[in-house]
């Protein structure tokens, strides 16, 4: 007697299944490859430097820290924003010590905050002295503030702080004197 096609086809499928469930090693399937545009990057780290043709940067080679779009306040200027800061401090005093009230207004547009250029407009208002002697000093220098220091013929020493303002002569601009 035959058995009915359903036992065959059922005692097949059996065989296949033990066949599977062996203890015979067989090869472990090919992971699936995929391309770094395939998959954004979606946490906040960047990748260090790597070649995209590498494939993906293991955890430890991220680079965690978040990029500054701007510098920290209290990051030292570079040294063009310090010398075009003592530039216009320079010129500020130089127009801060002139005795001509028209002519100390022209001076200190554009190194000066109008501000303080309306304090120095009183026609009782005189200079503290004739001349700056010496080289100005920086005293405090960060990204948004720099102050200098500047030594007058009379002896006396005055410090000038300046902001920055890419609008003005010289990219800083004086907002306060101080002796």
């Known amino acids: 007697m035959t ?7 059922t005692a097949v499928l059996a065989a296949l299944l ?3 469930c062996s203890d015979t090693p067989t090869q472990a399937p090919t992971p699936h490859s995929t391309t770094p545009a395939s ?8 990748v ?19 990029p500054s779009m701007e510098a920290d ?18 010129a500020f005093v130089v127009g801060w010590l002139t005795a001509d009230q028209q002519l100390r207004r022209q001076r ?8 303080l250029i309306a304090a120095f407009d009183d026609p009782r208002f005189t ?9 100005a000093h920086v005293v405090e220098a960060d990204q948004m503030q720099i102050t200098t220091r500047h030594r007058l013929d009379t002896g006396t020493v005055v410090d000038v702080t300046l902001i920055l ?3 003005s002569t010289h990219g800083w601009i004086a907002i306060a004197i101080t002796p």
Not at 73 to 90: K, L, M
């Open 108 to 115: 200190l547009e554009g190194v000066a905050a109008e501000a």
């Open 48 to 66: 260090g430097e790597s070649d995209p043709a590498e494939g993906w940067v293991g955890a430890d080679e991220l680079d965690t820290t978040q």
């Open 3 to 9: 058995p009915p096609p359903t036992r065959l086809l």
């Open 127 to 135: 200079p503290a002295a004739g001349t700056q002697h010496g080289p």
């Open 18 to 20: 033990l066949a599977g």
């Open 73 to 90: 306040r209290h990051d030292p200027p570079e040294d063009a924003q310090i010398a075009s800061a003592v530039t216009a401090a320079t």
């Open 39 to 46: 998959h954004p990057v979606t946490s906040p780290a960047s």
């Open 165 to 167: 303002d890419p609008d």
